[in-house]
């Protein structure tokens, strides 16, 4: 391979061992980054000073350049609290979108039974950073230094001054202890007690589970259960100092026994509380508006030994796989790199081999970007890749290394340590090794797909015994956030050969856990998500196709005009550049946009087709330009006795849009590709039943369907006509496949009448699966009337279509769809499989065996077909009226000439048709009259 110069130096470039893909899942070797006892390192964000002597006391400061990174050795579900300014870990007081609160549309309230109120109390609640590297429990202490800066300020002329954040005793600068987590913050500190001054000048010891965020109305007491003391009042500039000790109780072995005491000003107070048995992370608490910074910080452990917590500055680096394009001779691609610390350039090194000769420090770079921060990036760079000359996808694996500024950060080391330990993560099993690199597979046929949706990863646990598989109870209630829900997560995942990970609707649920208030917080999700060791893993070794849902846009059924109006209006019950932030975030993370308008709506649909050009990808968004949800028009203005007026099935209702639905039926009537897979419209048959648990029946709709009801309203199939219009188009050619997620159900469907496909896949993590509407069944019709056939159904509750429970000892349904098109075979095979399964040792889930067709089974049959003829070899045709109108495209036989289609749909026999081939420079039209099929 012919290599060119590299821009950047080499430095620490240790040469990355190859490792066989398949006993790459059985290897074992660590690599730790954290720092050890007797250890001392910088990281780059702070100074960790440590003494000779075992377990003696370990001072943490923050002697580095400012930046909004809070360094390696600290860990938060909120970064976005705090920055690193003038050699002190300081408070952040002001954030974008730090307004925002958990809601949603007026919908939710009419739904769920409460008064839907624009106004609402914003202040944020607690926020906590710890030290991961110590998790304490028996006898220890904790101490750190602080300095007061300012006092909360007086509230803005539009804010409510009854709102918690400008009420005395609000504001908490003080020390975290016990926390089952390191990211037990923000409402969800359910074991951490937060033990601090507060700005009504009192020492407090407030206990867990305390979820100070205002209320809707913004103007109910909060409340502080524990113990309080009188301490003073502090001053802008004054030192203090707040020493915790922690010891077992000397008469009740289910407490501790805790002191804390805080000096200011020459003042010494103390406060002792038996509390139940401490064990955790400790770290620094916050709330509210007053300013502070943390000089230092120290941990006195007695007997607790630290851990080890490796680290992986290179969040993750992956390929947006429908930006590959071939330009000339040469093949590009797009790379989406994320970094947890600040960075100047990013450089990915490409090679043919995973362990090239002389090591990947003698590789050349393909592709450089600078490492951005602004509103909407935190330590981001987009870098565009120019393979190596004379390499085509189609025929050569490849492998990159990721280099920032010089070093290579591809390696994971974060494997084999105590960040994916108790409390932060429970890993699958793929990988065990942090030491890989990452690959781009060949794409040939068969085109092999992975299809995941309801990425919500932290919100199940599941453990395996001699009984089988058990879910475990409580696992969400103490927020351990983990790397994947279940041990033997993917373990098998390399055994099926997956070119591609389609990441389809809700891959990181933006608002699931929290509504983030910062940028910093908001990427935290992201990197929650996607960033783990195993997720990490999937998307660095395949090719990625990322199509988002409401909750990645971090508010639920964002959709239709209605998010447009939220983005761009204030006053309408959320904070307008909460949303803004969110959409430039996701349009950013998905296309690969260096910029993204916050208010336009984006246009994102897009197809990837691959270099062979005999399998097409299309990418749909079904969500941000559909009509509006509502059902009632000019209500205000004289109508409004008359409900519904503007009914789901009304014939103007529109669901992707007219100029996405143009570009959809041009896409199809013009694309020679034989198979063709389509993602991004939320289901289409109308099968899944509407609120939680299918409670929306009602004597004018039996099939449990209530059209105002916000979760029959984010079907795609809600919008009928829409939808109607779309499966008329799909049927009319063979070789499609529509698939989604977001319903947290697994399914294979066919429409009777349009031979259309349609597939769903998930839920990882969450459960929560749409009920059934009655009838549901191998054969039914759904709400509107549709005859369908269900060839496999995976439901929360059931095993299959005839609505079998689980077997005893059965995993929790967590699946992906396992999707193979195989145009060389005219072949189409799809299975439903939970996340723990192998492909040979376990059947398919929903159904006995594989569901398997071909295109002649699919689309409406054809209405004609044309004579025998021959064309330009292994070229593009188009076959169009002769008004030019198109009609389809196909792909001439590399052999002979000829055109392997079944026939033509919804063309009359004895219609002239004009066929135009095109190969390079080359073309050859000509008319054909249409024949009977």
């Known amino acids: 391979m012919a290599d060119k110069k590299t821009e950047l130096p080499n430095r620490n470039c240790d040469e990355i061992r190859e490792i066989d893909r398949r006993d790459f899942l059985a290897t074992t070797a660590a690599v730790s980054l954290g720092a050890a006892a007797g250890s001392s390192f910088s990281d780059g964000s702070f100074k960790q000073v440590t003494h000779s002597l075992l377990n003696a006391p370990t001072t943490f400061e923050f002697q580095t350049p400012d930046t909004l990174f809070h360094g390696h050795d600290w860990q938060s579900l909120n970064p976005g609290y705090w920055k690193i300014q003038d050699g002190a870990l300081r408070r952040r007081l002001k954030n974008v979108g730090d307004r925002a609160r958990r809601t949603g549309f007026p919908y939710h309230g009419e739904t769920h039974g409460f008064e839907f109120k624009t106004e609402y109390d914003p202040s944020l609640p607690v926020g906590i ?121 000397p008469t009740n072995p289910k407490q501790s026994k805790v002191v804390a005491k805080f000096s200011a000003n020459g003042k010494t107070v103390t ?64 790379f989406v790199a994320l970094f947890a610390s600040d960075g100047t350039r990013v450089e990915i ?154 990441w389809e609707d809700d891959v990181w649920y933006m608002e699931l856990v929290m509504y983030p208030p910062s940028t910093d917080d908001a990427y935290k999700i992201i990197e929650l998500s996607i960033c783990g060791p195993t997720s990490r893993w999937q998307m660095m070794r395949h090719w990625n196709v990322i199509n988002p849902g409401d909750h990645d846009y971090g508010m639920d059924d964002v959709k239709g005009p209605e998010q447009l109006a939220i983005r761009k209006q204030d006053g309408l019950g959320q904070d307008s550049s909460y949303l803004r932030r969110n959409f430039q975030i996701v349009h950013h993370l998905t296309t690969g946009a260096e910029e993204s308008d916050p208010v336009t709506n984006p246009k994102k649909w897009r197809a990837w087709k691959m270099p062979n050009r005999d399998f097409t990808l299309i990418v749909l968004d079904s969500r941000l330009w559909r009509s509006s949800q509502d059902v009632d028009i000019w209500d205000d203005q004289g109508w409004d006795k008359f409900k519904s007026l503007y009914d789901r099935t009304d014939p103007t209702r529109s669901l992707l849009g ?113 009920a059934l509407i009655p009838g549901f069944g191998p054969k039914m ?71 398997a067709t071909s295109t002649a089974e699919t689309g409406r049959m054809p209405s004609c077909k044309l004579p025998a003829f021959k064309t330009l070899k292994d070229a593009e045709v188009f076959i169009s009226q002769m008004n030019g109108k198109s009609i389809r495209g196909a792909r001439s036989s590399i052999r002979t000439g000829e055109l392997n289609i079944n026939g033509l749909v919804d063309i009359e026999p004895g219609t002239k048709v004009l066929v135009t081939a095109v190969r390079g420079n080359d073309s050859e039209s000509q008319v054909l009259t249409t024949i009977e099929a």
């Open 658 to 770: 007219e100029e996405q639905f143009g570009w959809l039926k041009e896409q199809l009537s013009t694309d020679s590709s034989p198979l063709i897979c389509l993602t991004g419209i939320n289901g289409l048959h109308t099968i899944w039943a509407g609120a939680k648990n299918g409670n929306s029946a009602s004597k004018d709709h039996p099939k449990n369907f209530e059209q105002r009801d916000r979760v029959t309203a984010d079907y795609a199939g809600w919008v009928k006509a829409g939808s109607d219009r779309v499966l008329e188009l799909l049927g009319s050619r063979e070789g499609i496949v529509s698939v989604y997620g977001d319903v947290h159900n697994g399914s294979i469907t066919n429409n009777v009448e349009h031979r259309v496909l349609e597939c769903s896949f998930g839920p990882i993590g969450r459960t929560g699966g749409r």
């Open 129 to 249: 950073i710890y030290q991961p590297n110590w998790n304490l429990r028996e006898n220890y202490s904790v101490k750190a230094s602080f300095t007061f800066r300012c006092k909360r300020p007086l509230p803005a002329e539009t804010d409510d001054p009854g709102w918690h954040m400008y009420q005395d005793g609000y504001g908490l600068m003080g020390i975290a202890i016990g926390g089952k987590s390191v990211y037990e913050s923000y409402g969800k500190v359910s074991n951490a007690w937060n033990i601090g001054w507060t700005d009504d000048g009192k020492l407090r010891m407030i206990r867990p589970g305390n979820r100070d965020r205002g209320k809707q109305s913004g103007n109910q007491p909060f409340q502080q259960p524990g113990v309080e003391i009188e301490a003073m009042d502090l001053l802008p500039g004054d030192r203090c100092e707040l020493l915790v000790s922690v010891s077992p109780s």
């Open 781 to 851: 019709k759904d709400v509107d009337e549709r005859e369908i056939e269900i060839h496999s159904l995976y439901h929360r509750n059931f095993k299959n279509a005839e609505q079998e429970p689980h077997d005893q000892g059965d995993p929790v349904y967590w699946n992906f769809l396992e999707m193979t098109f195989d145009p060389d075979q005219d072949k189409i095979e799809l299975a439903l499989r939970n996340i723990v399964d192998h492909p040979d040792k376990n059947q398919p889930r929903g159904r006995l065996g594989k569901f």
């Open 271 to 334: 406060v002792t509380k038996f509390i139940p048995k401490q064990a955790g992370y400790v770290g620094i608490a916050s709330r509210g508006l007053i300013d502070f910074e943390v000089n230092q910080f120290e941990v006195i452990p007695e007997a607790n030994q630290p851990l080890k917590v490796g680290i992986s500055d290179c969040l993750v680096c992956y390929p947006l796989g429908d930006t590959l394009k071939q330009k000339g001779k040469e093949w590009t691609v797009r």
């Open 349 to 502: 090194r490409v090679h043919d081999s995973p362990s090239p000769e002389g090591g990947w420090g003698t590789v050349a770079g393909y592709g450089s970007a600078k490492i951005i921060n602004n509103p909407f990036r935190r330590n981001t760079a987009i870098i565009d890749v120019t393979l190596p000359a004379n390499f085509n996808p189609n025929e050569t694996e490849l492998f990159y290394t990721v280099w920032k500024d010089g070093i290579d950060v591809t390696a994971d080391g974060r494997l084999g340590t105590d960040a994916c330990g108790p409390g932060t993560a429970l890993v699958g099993d793929v990988p065990t090794n942090g030491n890989y690199v990452g690959r781009l597979p060949r794409l040939r046929a068969p085109y092999k797909l992975c299809g995941l949706s309801c990425h919500a990863i932290t919100s199940g646990l599941q453990q395996r015994d001699d009984q089988g598989w058990k879910e475990m109870a409580g696992g969400r209630d103490v927020w351990q956030f983990r790397d994947q829900p279940t041990v033997e997560a993917y373990k098998h995942l390399e055994e099926y050969d997956f070119q591609v990970m389609v």
